[in-house]
């Protein structure tokens, strides 16, 4: 039972264009979201988060969307770099439980 | 500042041998994880502890046990090592949103 979906296992883009990863769920109880960004050999760094009562954050040059009615969530990184070549996970938890499940992961490759 | 810190990095294991891999933050924070990551696939919750003296299972608890008798430490037991259990595994700990992640070990058992 995979609550947290990834299913774009990897995807490739061009320098200075925009990277879009995608997560859906499943678990309507989820309220919290983070994207993780996971070099090899290390581990997983935070990214970005956002509550379900917003629709967007923005850092930088990576922005979250919500949409709680499709139950999905997506990053985009503008403009793509080639250091942000990296494995990006998505995360999400409960009320009170601060127990995150994780997606599978989407291998992101930014081609110079 | 460490944050996070696991050890061993790596190490094999023989099927049934058991072993314990440590982890322990410096950040005062209350809750700790532990995760397993197989190839291919996202990071698993085995156990989570949301302060000193309180721990709980997650998705994958089988084989494993934990304890928490400080804040800082949360030891994950492998008793009877199975091939399965070859993974890499990661510690975390958070005060209570944002996870920090040691480096992970790595583990094979043959």
């Known amino acids: 039972d995979q609550q947290v979906k990834q299913n774009s296992p990897s995807l490739s883009v061009q320098e200075g264009r925009i990277s879009i990863l995608n997560c859906d769920y499943t678990n309507s109880m989820f309220d919290y979201f983070l994207w993780y960004k996971k070099y090899p050999a290390e581990g997983p760094t935070f990214l970005i988060s956002i509550s379900s009562i917003k629709d967007k954050n923005e850092d930088g040059r990576f922005t979250v969307f919500l949409n709680k009615s499709a139950k999905h969530l997506s990053l985009h990184i503008v403009p793509s770099q080639p250091g942000d070549s990296a494995v990006y996970f998505c995360a999400a938890s409960a009320p009170g439980t601060y127990k995150y499940i994780f997606g599978t992961g989407t291998r992101l490759k930014v081609l110079a | 500042n460490a944050g996070v810190t696991q050890t061993p990095k790596f190490r094999i294991l023989k099927i049934g041998q058991s072993m314990t891999l440590q982890c322990t933050q410096d950040m005062n924070h209350n809750y700790m994880y532990w995760y397993r990551q197989d190839p291919g696939m996202g990071l698993k919750l085995i156990y989570y502890s949301v302060g000193a003296g309180i721990t709980d299972k997650g998705e994958v608890p089988n084989g494993y046990n934990v304890s928490r008798s400080t804040t800082e430490d949360f030891p994950l037991r492998l008793e009877l090592a199975a091939p399965s259990q070859t993974s890499v595994y990661f510690c975390?700990?958070?005060?209570?949103?944002?996870?920090?992640f040691g480096s992970g070990t790595r583990l094979t058992v043959v």
């Open positions: 975390a700990s958070s005060p209570q949103a944002l996870c920090t």
